[in-house]
């Protein structure tokens, strides 16, 4: 696999900024009580963020590295205004639903992660694809969550109405409680498929030095202690016979 693919790939799916990650909660907890702002407020970052890592990509040798941080900041304000101004010219309607998150972006901190990781260090090339991937990666998890809310919560997905007339919607989940709830499920769902893809692929990993709770290992993929414990003791088995 190509580094250009790899970018998106890390972005969508091995390292989601929304589901693996879990950073750009603040907008992803507020703006996704419909499907429609989540993938406007996911569209609208991932433009910047290939915009935003380009240009920090470009200039990485320019700009001096006590200022870097400043100087990111300027240049992800001056594309947000941009955007911003675009939104409210041409679509006034999504510009009133994401309201003070459109500014906010400014400091969104998956876009300083990029531009501070990734973009300040590679090719102008690479980083538009890295900014491509994790803004995708995000417009999935902001949609996935809006789609949840809004057919739970309303009946619909995108304004259409899915649920029968008869269906009872679940309020709490358009209310904010609910982001929070449904992001809970989404993870857990996440966490228990790729579990299961570690167990199935036989991954071979080392007993955890940590005694007991295995949810502060870095290792999210290696099925827990308790399975590496068997998988070693099955393995010593086979060697012996």
């Given at each position: ?28 907890m ?38 870097r ?16 101004f ?8 999504l510009?009133?639903s ?18 501070e ?49 008869s ?12 982001a ?62």
């Amino acid at each position: 696999m190509n580094k250009t693919m790899e970018r998106l790939k890390c972005g969508i799916v091995t390292e989601n900024p929304t589901f693996v990650q879990m950073l750009g909660m603040c907008p992803t907890m507020a703006v996704t009580t419909s499907a429609i702002n989540g993938i406007g407020m996911g569209l609208t970052t991932t433009v910047i963020l290939i915009l935003s890592n380009m240009m920090i990509s470009a200039l990485r040798k320019v700009i001096p590295d006590k200022v870097r941080i400043p100087a990111y900041i300027v240049i992800v304000a001056s594309f947000v205004t941009i955007v911003q101004f675009l939104l409210q010219g041409f679509v006034p309607s999504l510009y009133a639903s994401l309201g003070i998150y459109i500014p906010l972006i400014v400091v969104n901190c998956i876009i300083l992660g990029r531009a501070e990781s990734y973009a300040s260090k590679n090719s102008v090339w690479l980083s538009m694809f890295d900014g491509i991937g994790m803004g995708l990666g995000f417009t999935v998890g902001l949609t996935a969550i809006g789609i949840f809310r809004e057919l739970f919560g309303n009946g619909t997905v995108f304004g259409f109405r899915c649920m029968p007339q008869s269906y009872e919607p679940l309020t709490i989940l358009i209310l904010a409680p609910g982001a929070f709830f449904v992001l809970a499920c989404l993870v857990a769902i996440q966490n228990k498929v790729r579990l299961e893809n570690a167990k199935k692929a036989g991954m071979a990993v080392s007993i955890c030095e940590k005694e007991g709770d295995c949810s502060n290992c870095a290792n999210t993929l290696c099925g827990g202690k308790a399975f590496t414990e068997e998988r070693i003791k099955k393995e010593k088995e086979e060697a012996q016979q």
